[in-house]
T-cell receptor
Framework: LAKTTQPISMDSYEGQEVNITCSHNNIATNDYITWYQQFPSQGPRFIIQGYKTKVKNEVASLFIPADRKSSTLSLPRVSLSDTAVYYCLVGDMEYGNKLVFGAGTILRVKS | DTGVSQDPRHKITKRGQNVTFRCDPISEHNRLYWYRQTLGQGPEFLTYFQNEAQLEKSRLLSDRFSAERPKGSFSTLEIQRTEQGDSAMYLC????????????FGPGTRLTVT
């Protein structure tokens, strides 16, 4: 499974756009990139998933360059309630039976 | 609420005792997963079921751990002869086969072994 590297923590202010970049140099052809969010004392929550280029939903956007060795999760106009841990995961849809989480990025949004 | 539920939410037990946790997945989801999470770390995969069949177990799942999903609906995770190192959050998740990487997690059971 491809290893992912993401910043340990990030700070932002309310109303700003936040971009969290994840490095996955050894991503395989069949691998997808998936992001989860976790609030304290709760289970992780699926945010977004993509294979290449750009994916967007009501919560976030995911940018994946052509070489797919990195990806960027973009959160528009964050609020205090976006303070959470964000995990970048890489794996294929068949082997997606288990999710392999790293330590994630702690995002702190300040007022 | 039709999300994944787990019971109990908190469990304090003494070392050497047995504990059992229950997970009720989203009703139409055929896949069910167990993960363990310790403070400051991401969840670690323990095992997963497709319907009632247990298809994969992590090496983290020692002989003291056993999981079942007898009718392909709810699942139980039992830990025998608990040790202090078993203290963690135990998370259950469910999904449909076709969307395996989009898993829905429950709130977890926090286990404290004293």
């Amino acid at each position: 499974l491809a290893k992912t590297t993401q910043p340990i923590s990030m700070d932002s202010y309310e109303g700003q756009e936040v971009n969290i970049t994840c490095s996955h140099n050894n991503i395989a052809t069949n691998d997808y990139i998936t992001w989860y969010q976790q609030f304290p004392s709760q289970g992780p929550r699926f945010i977004i998933q993509g294979y290449k280029t750009k994916v967007k939903n009501e919560v976030a956007s995911l940018f994946i360059p052509a070489d797919r060795k990195s990806s960027t999760l973009s959160l528009p106009r964050v609020s205090l309630s976006d303070t959470a841990v964000y995990y970048c995961l890489v794996g294929d849809m068949e082997y997606g039976n288990k999710l392999v989480f790293g330590a994630g990025t702690i995002l702190r949004v300040k007022s | 609420d039709t999300g994944v539920s787990q019971d109990p939410r908190h469990k304090i037990t003494k070392r050497g005792q047995n504990v059992t946790f229950r997970c009720d997945p989203i009703s139409e989801h055929n896949r069910l997963y167990w993960y363990r999470q310790t403070l400051g770390q991401g969840p670690e995969f323990l095992t997963y079921f497709q319907n009632e069949a247990q298809l994969e177990k992590s090496r983290l799942l020692s002989d003291r751990f056993s999981a079942e999903r007898p009718k392909g609906s709810f699942s139980t995770l039992e830990i025998q002869r608990t040790e202090q190192g078993d203290s963690a959050m135990y998370l259950c998740a469910s999904s449909l086969s076709v969307t395996g990487r989009e898993q829905y997690f429950g709130p977890g059971t926090r286990l404290t072994v004293t």
